[in-house]
């Protein structure tokens, strides 16, 4: 039910584990941010970006198609300088790459890219990113000077060349970070990396349990559905499920609070953002005792225990002698 729910909702808020630079200062918009194709070699297919200029000026388009790589925590995108990759072109054209076109103001084009593989294609993964630098001209009213502004949007496409569509992801559990021993008034932190050792990008699915004898409630953590790509490791993101009956509630609300004028959509990023995170912190009031964490990342599970003691009250028992004593010579020097 709730990573039924993780799906529904959060792909709104959190798009994908891959971040798209935006080109705010122009207000050009493109969608989709990210898509994940299947192709098989000898076969073909069409892929519709749409790009939107929602701002004053007209702009100047420049295609471009670059391979990226994600970083081994966040999922961020990082771009290379070029790709070798000739079965993917606009209109089919590979002509077209570099070739600058116009959009208007308020005009949404849709742009259709081809991908047609050889039947001698091998099996892979691709990870491309096609770039629209969009420039314009805009006039500085005191002095008439040209200036020009830039920026680069950008739709990435994760291409599975494939015989088949069957997943052949694999997650595996690569670090499971936390204490073995900590002290009862500061609670413990953890995260966890996972990595991806299958064919093709895959979702992260399942959990973080926490319990504690002799108390039966278990606290579960679920784990945010983001793509790993094969042979990346990514950072496990997760959000308690208190919070996802909270959000769930938020969600309910959402005819009341747009009908009286709020920015539901805000509200529910915002939320999201604060809740749904990498690195956890489990506190309570007083812990102690032991507290046995499982994670589960498909089939995958791994346990380990942290050791809750109070520490500080232990350190101050033993500090107290000592303090006496300390005040005791101080009262008999100021009594001479």
Known sequence: MFLKFLLVLFFVAISSPIQVQAASALDL??????????????????????????????????????????????????????????????DGDSSKWGKSFTIKPGEELALNFVIALPSEAQYEERYLSILFQAKQLSFASASAKETLISAVVASNVVL???????????????????????????????????????????????HIKISHWPNQEVEIYQ???????????RLVRAMSEADLKALELLVESEEVKTAAGENFAAQKEKFVNEKLRSKFIYKKSFLIGAYDLELKVGDDILQKRVI?????????????????WIVSILSKSLKK
């Open 29 to 90: 918009k493109i969608y989709p941010p990210v898509a994940y194709l299947s192709v098989k070699p000898g076969a073909g297919i069409n892929h519709q970006i749409k790009l939107k200029n929602e701002g004053l000026y007209t702009l100047d388009i420049t295609p471009a198609l670059v391979d990226f790589h994600t970083d081994e925590k966040l999922g961020k995108v990082l771009l290379e300088q070029k790709s070798d990759f000739a079965y993917l072109n606009l």
């Open 160 to 206: 599975l060349i494939n015989g088949d569509e069957q997943n052949r992801g694999e997650l595996t559990i690569e670090q499971f970070f936390l204490p073995k021993v900590v002290d009862s008034f500061t609670g413990f932190s953890f995260s966890a990396l996972v990595k991806n050792i299958g064919f093709n990008a895959t979702p992260i699915e399942g």
């Open 223 to 233: 784990l945010y559905p983001d793509m790993v790509l094969a042979g990346n490791k």
């Open 308 to 324: 809750a003691l109070p520490f500080s009250l232990l350190f101050i028992a033993l500090l107290l002698p000592f303090l006496s």
